[in-house]
């Protein structure tokens, strides 16, 4: 939506009837609100005069509330889980997967490459099969066969607010690692590793990763299984029923 299609909405007097979002803002997060975004400059009001603003967290609503002084309305926040509907024909068996380790990295809003090179050094000493890729270099079928090839991912991103991409990777039966909490959809198919948001000493995250690979290696995993549990998880009707249920 442009501001000219938002003028039209509050010229009619029905934009109190929008929820706007999810995809709405930040643009970055730590120049929000960026004042030469029209969106972000005139965020207090849009949040004031519509139904409500979407967004994927109680992370995301805090922040933006906070920085744009909107904390009397933080109740017209919508918190939608971000889903996705992606539902392979083919899962790999987790014996017949050969890469060990899928390390994702994004780095959209920090730069943690420095951080990154180093844990990414780290893991190949445990001798484990690791493959690299980045966010914006890959197109969809790459990423689907890594997906199916891999029995774990490190999603190494900072300040995320949806990571769809992260689920449609779950939902190939990965078991994956995240430096944000509210990336956990589930105990059993996620691992919350506080420690990869480490600025100066990656070994404790490194270390905790393999123990937990190690552990679960040992156990005769079903891929399957695990891919079924994350896509009813991540299904876009649990997406409908947040919001009706926020309404």
Not at 73 to 85: D, G, L, M, V
């Amino acid at each position: 939506m442009n501001e000219n299609d938002f003028k039209k909405l509050v010229k009619n007097k029905i934009i109190n009837k929008y929820i706007l979002g999810p995809n709405f803002v930040p643009s970055n997060w730590f120049l929000f609100p960026n004042q030469e975004n029209w969106i972000e400059r005139k965020f207090s009001e849009i949040l004031n005069i519509t139904k409500g603003i979407a967004v994927h967290s109680n992370r995301v609503s805090n922040y933006l509330a906070k920085r744009t002084k909107s904390t009397k309305n933080i109740r017209k926040f919508k918190i939608i889980r971000a889903c996705t509907n992606l539902n392979p024909k083919r899962i790999n068996s987790f014996k017949k997967r050969k890469i060990d380790i899928l390390f994702f990295e994004k780095y959209a809003d920090l730069n943690r490459r420095k951080q990154g090179e180093k844990l990414l050094s780290l893991l190949k000493e445990a001798n484990k099969n690791i493959v690299s890729v980045k966010y914006g270099e890959y197109n969809k079928e790459m990423i689907q066969n890594l997906a199916n090839d891999s029995k774990f991912i490190i999603y190494f991103s900072f300040y995320d607010t949806g990571a769809i991409g992260l689920k449609e990777i779950q939902n190939y039966g990965v078991i994956s690692f995240s430096l944000q909490k509210d990336l956990i959809i589930d105990n059993e198919t996620c691992f919350y590793i506080p420690e990869l948001e480490s600025t100066d000493d990656m070994i404790p995250a490194s270390n905790k990763i393999i123990k937990i690979i190690e552990k679960i290696s040992e156990k005769n995993l079903n891929s399957q299984l695990i891919a079924k549990r994350n896509q009813l998880i991540n299904h876009c009707k649990n997406t409908l029923k947040d919001l009706c249920d926020s309404l």
